[in-house]
């Protein structure tokens, strides 16, 4: 079976000193004194695996990325990378341990969703093999999808859980998650999932059925009353179908003469345009027309004036040299204000207007002409115009006069088909609801075949040697009758069971059960996230009621030194110092508190360590 490794869990942010630690590939030791992170170490892994929550401690402030490295089980390398308090996680298939700026291969989210692809749960069990394997939920046989969650409770150990009086193997004190906890029990310890089958009511299944028809047939009564007429579901569609055949026909003459309305109405818009642009340009030019024609009676009026004045001067002699006409005067008797020419220049000013304003006149005669031929021919257009309006109007008319009885017979066909659909619809629904009676009438109270629900004899027989083996290796006394109750669930040790134990028993038994889970579904090729995280494994203290077995050094000296031949990946989290010769084996960090070569996981400051 397929594993997964650690490879190592790094907090980055922006100036920010790396808090790095580097698992080993075997076994790695993280042990020294206490507020200096290492139980936040296991909360992170935890978190970064799909964990809901995680609690920041101070130290943490300002480290925007969480990076959890992992080696595939193909040997791969990959980095998720989750920011606090955020259920997006990014996932790159590289060994990154640094601040990632690098866009992500792929977009993950923590929260496990049901037919989803997309959490972290789907993606590493897909990487597993275990994608599609169900576990039963409830006593009827009920199935859900495997999650990762399920698989990281019994390989992750928090100091909390370790001391717990609950169960290993529960998640929860609720009733509800007991079934599901122990089918993963027994996923891992047979490798068979549950099969997805059909599984009949129980007593009080039985009893909500009894009550579900009696609902039924109330509201088939009640739908039955809402139908307002006597035919079937079958004459109700031949029904349908005339009036839809009608509605059709209906149609097509409604579409004809609505096309013809609606052509009329928008040529008469049309034509109304052409006529305002028309009316417009016919004042336009008629107001021209009638200034122009003033300005040529101006010109020719003019004319008439300066040809009179010629005609005078003519006929007085204004317009001769010689003898002054106004004093008599000769020639030579004339002063020098007196001008010779004065008479000839007032002949010439008169010409020169008389030219001028003959000028004026020619050119504004062909502009009245064709101001008078753009108002026949507007004139003409208007009169072919209105007649097209009128005729338009009439024909706009006759349509809507045809259309207001073929729209009132659509809207009673209409209203004829939809209390049909409606007559329909129920008739439906009563079908649906008699098929769901009888449904429930005729399911079985059991299934013909229920899943297998408890663990063989043979495994569970193996699965106690094991753990027998681990006790009797950590030489942890009185604990020869080990063995695993899976009908409780619970771990018991000298016919005792763990929850009444003290504090020190219960992490020892708690720390063998899950090392020794691992190495048996390792051993034996079983499904396994292929590693074990224990935060305080063994407590080195003795219950004050003596009732207690002493965990002595002994047991902590032969503890470590059994998971050097742990056949998968551990990680340690102690507070006591492990042996010397554990030590040359092992990846180890010790967290010294301030003035220490390595004050705790974060750099700067020495974590609170819960």
């Known amino acids: 079976m397929a594993d997964l490794r650690l490879a190592h869990l790094t907090y980055a942010g922006s100036a920010k000193p790396l808090a790095q630690v580097v698992f ?116 009827g046989g009920g199935t859900r999808a495997l999650t990762l969650a399920d ?20 998640r929860s004190s609720a009733a509800s ?19 997805v089958i059909e599984t009949g009511p129980n007593a009080g299944q ?31 569609r031949e029904r349908q179908t005339r009036i839809q055949v009608t509605i059709d026909a209906q149609s097509r003459s409604l579409r004809v003469i609505a096309d013809r309305h609606v052509a009329a109405v928008a040529a008469r818009m049309q034509t109304a345009q052409e006529l305002a642009a028309l009316e417009s340009r016919l004042a336009e030019v008629s107001d021209l027309h009638s200034r122009f024609r003033l300005l040529e009676q101006q010109y020719r009026s003019d004319l008439d004036r300066l040809t009179m004045v010629s005609e005078v001067g003519s006929i007085l002699g204004y317009f001769k040299v010689g003898t002054c006409v106004f004093c008599g005067a000769e020639p030579q008797h004339q002063h020098p204000d007196h001008g010779e020419q004065e008479t000839t220049q007032l002949h010439a000013a008169v010409q020169a207007e008389v030219t001028k304003t003959s000028s004026l006149l020619a050119d504004l005669l062909p502009t009245i002409a064709d101001l008078r031929s753009q108002m026949e021919d507007l004139q003409a257009r208007r009169g072919e115009l209105l007649p097209r309006v009128v005729e338009l109007n009439a024909e706009i008319a006759e349509a809507e006069q045809h259309l207001e009885p073929l729209r009132t017979h659509m809207e009673e066909l209409l209203t004829a088909r939809s209390a049909v659909e409606r007559e329909l619809e129920l008739h439906s629904r009563i079908e649906e609801l008699e098929s769901r009676r009888s449904r429930l009438h005729g399911e079985g109270a059991v299934a013909q075949t229920r899943p297998t629900e408890h663990i063989p004899t043979r495994v569970l027989a193996e699965f106690d040697r094991v753990l027998r083996q681990t006790l009797d290796a950590w030489k942890v006394p009185a604990v020869e009758f080990a063995e695993y109750d899976q009908y409780a669930p619970e771990v018991r040790a000298g016919s005792r069971p763990r929850a009444g ?28 996230p292929g590693f074990v995280v224990l935060d305080s494994p063994v407590v080195t203290y003795r219950e004050p009621v003596g009732e207690d077995v002493d965990i002595t050094s002994n047991v902590v000296d032969h503890f470590y030194r059994d998971m050097l031949s742990f056949p998968g990946q551990a990680v340690i989290i102690e507070n006591g110092d492990p042996p010397t010769d554990v030590l040359s084996f092992a990846s180890a960090y010790r967290f010294t508190g301030p003035g220490g070569d390595r004050p705790g996981f974060f750099p700067a400051a020495a974590p609170v360590d819960r």
């Open 24 to 139: 080993g590939p075997e076994l790695t030791v993280i042990y020294g004194a206490s507020d200096t992170g290492k139980s936040f170490i296991v909360d992170s892994i935890e978190y970064m695996l799909g964990g809901a929550d995680l609690t920041l401690i101070p130290e943490a402030d300002g480290y925007s990325q969480i990076l959890l490295g992992l080696h595939m089980p193909d040997g791969s390398p990959l980095t998720l990378v989750r920011r606090p308090g955020s259920s997006s996680v990014q996932a790159h298939y590289a060994d990154l341990r640094d601040l990632v700026t690098r866009p992500a291969d792929r977009q993950l989210t923590a929260v496990h969703r049901a037919r989803s692809t997309r959490s972290v749960s789907a993606f590493l069990l897909a990487e597993l093999g275990l994608g599609e394997e169900q576990i039963r939920k409830n006593d």
């Open 151 to 170: 698989l990281v409770h019994l390989s992750v150990i928090t100091e909390t859980r370790m001391v717990d009086p609950l169960p290993p193997v529960l």
């Open 177 to 195: 998650t007991k079934t599901a906890a122990m089918s993963v029990m027994k996923f891992l310890l047979t490798g068979e999932g549950d099969p």
């Open 206 to 236: 039985r009893r909500v059925h009894k009550g579900q028809i009696n609902l039924l047939d109330q509201i088939v009564l009640d739908l039955t009353a809402k139908l307002t007429t006597r035919e079937n579901a079958t004459q109700l």
């Open 501 to 528: 134990r003290g504090k020190g028993v219960r992490s020892v038994l708690h720390s063998a059960f899950t090392t020794s889970l691992a190495r048996f579904s390792i051993d034996n090729d079983l499904p396994h």
